[in-house]
């Protein structure tokens, strides 16, 4: 790897956390090719210290972030949501700087671009507001987005960060620099394919159930009576030559065909009424999953629903799936996303994992951590990151089915223009169950041409664990072994 540009982070004033701080200007880093050092040409002023802004010490060529203690007050006291302006041009920045009106110098940044960053990417509103015990997920609604003003979540920590960037600009910095590097961070982008499996038919019931509730789902969730008649008739072309909604063999062989790989994330075990009621020992499984795994399909934990929330079941259950497979688990997602940000990481590090996809909505498409981009968490209440890399996911097949009611052309539509704004590294889910056309019909051959489309637009697709030597190197290159990362 290259020789990253040396920069040197110096600080006047407490900040909110200093190893947050680093650990935040980290993702900058690797995107661009800095290198955060003790001293360098190149420096980066966070100054929290109201009494010294006149006189830090900041050359030409420096950028200069200001904070003020009142971040960390509202970032370790208060639950209201990020205090953020708008610009001229309409941006949002948050924590602005009491003295900004009368600073205007190039380089520097007037608000806490990185505090701000770092609350977001950390889901640190939900972790402050919500009750660990309380049941259920987050819904876009009672986040905080729409009391900023927004419709739908942004990935408001990256354009935070970028000012970062654009300041380095601003001063001269080498342009080499200050442009996108690396496997994730060119134009096209990655897409990380995943498929839940919530439902496995049995030989005996023949996926009646799944099409009851499928039928179901038509009538009075989507309102669509004539998708429930497809589904049915559809149902009785593939009894006769199959088992429906088993898919797995079937999505292997679609992607084969069109050259790329997936994970599928699989739960071990049923604690609540929500959890799918398969069993991966059961041989016709097991078997399929080996298969699959052989062929170079990654195999993921899919947590039981009280999973990250109940000390050391995700450890447990990782420990069932590795039995039954023969081999390590890197990934995890939480079953129906239920989980609190206050123990979801601290579970997930704990069992072993070294990525996880679960941060994104139920209800809405976009980025719920801000970012279009894998994350290092980390723990303000502990003073250190989590030793895992969170993957987001934007988009969702029953998102577009339940939630928007989107016809199979319309969730198109919207899953291309999803991922054509918000190019980066990001996850989609697609359940397997939808990918046999016995769900919402035509939702499985919207999901082909999201791979077709990403591939002609020169994505990289793969499945989470093929990231992860490129993830670790290009983030270990962030720092020099000086104490640079706190």
């Not at 990935?155 to 001063?171: K, N, T, Y």
């Not at 259950?317 to 081999?327: D, F, K, P």
């Not at 981009?373 to 209440?381: D, H, I, Q, S, V």
């Amino acid at each position: 790897m290259a020789e990253g540009l040396p920069v040197a982070v110096t600080f006047c004033g407490a900040p909110f956390d200093r190893r947050a701080v680093i650990h935040t200007l980290r993702h900058v880093a690797m995107r661009v090719g800095w290198v955060l050092c003790a001293a360098a040409e190149h420096r980066l002023h966070y100054v929290t210290c109201s009494a010294a802004l006149e006189s830090v010490q900041a050359e030409a060529q420096d950028i200069v972030v200001l904070s003020s203690p009142l971040v960390q007050r509202h970032l370790t006291q208060s639950a209201e949501p990020i205090p953020v302006v708008r610009t001229s041009a309409g941006r949002l920045l948050p924590f602005p700087h009491p003295a900004a009106s009368r600073v205007k110098r190039p380089g520097w940044i007037t608000a806490d671009v990185i505090a701000g960053a770092y609350a977001v990417l950390n889901l640190w509103y939900e972790h402050r507001t919500r009750a660990t015990e309380q049941e259920g997920w987050i819904s876009f609604a009672d986040d905080w987005w729409r009391r900023a003003g927004l419709t739908d979540p942004q990935p408001l920590a990256d354009e935070w960060l970028e000012r970062i960037v654009v300041a380095a600009q601003q001063v001269g910095w080498p342009r080499s620099f200050t442009q996108p590097r690396g496997t994730f961070f060119g134009a096209a982008g990655t897409l990380v394919l995943t498929h839940d499996v919530d439902y496995l038919p049995t030989v005996r019931d023949r996926g009646v159930p799944r099409l009851l509730r499928a039928l179901a789902r038509q009538t009075i969730a989507r309102r669509r009576l004539g998708d429930a008649v497809r589904v049915l008739a559809h149902y009785g072309r593939v009894l006769p030559r199959g088992t429906p909604y088993f898919e797995l063999p079937a999505i292997a062989k679609r992607e084969e065909e069109q050259g790329v790989r997936s994970s599928f994330q699989v739960t071990v075990a049923r604690h609540h009424r929500v959890d799918p009621a398969y069993d991966i020992r059961h041989r016709f499984i097991s078997e399929t999953l080996q298969r699959l795994q052989v062929a170079n399909w990654e195999i993921c934990l899919h947590g039981s629903y009280t999973a990250s929330r109940t000390p050391g079941r995700l450890q447990e259950e990782r420990a069932v799936l590795e039995q039954v497979l023969g081999t390590p688990i890197t990934g995890h997602r939480q079953h129906y996303l239920h989980f609190h940000p206050a123990q979801l990481f601290a579970e997930v590090e704990h069992a072993g994992f070294s990525y996880d996809l679960s941060v994104g909505y139920n209800d809405r498409s976009g980025p719920r951590a801000g970012t279009c981009f894998p994350y290092r968490p980390y723990a303000l209440e502990h003073g250190r990151p989590y030793a895992l890399w969170e993957i987001p996911f934007v988009l969702m097949d029953t998102t577009l089915a339940t939630i928007y009611r989107l016809s199979s052309q319309e969730a198109w539509e919207h899953a291309r223009t999803v991922l054509d704004r918000q190019r980066g590294c990001v996850a989609v889910i697609w359940h397997q169950e939808q990918l046999g056309g016995l769900l919402d019909p035509g939702f499985d051959e919207v999901y082909y041409r999201v791979v077709a489309w990403a591939l002609e637009a020169g994505m990289r697709l793969v499945p989470g664990a093929a990231l992860l030597p490129d993830l670790d190197a290009a983030w270990a290159a962030t720092v020099r072994d000086d104490g640079t990362a706190g």
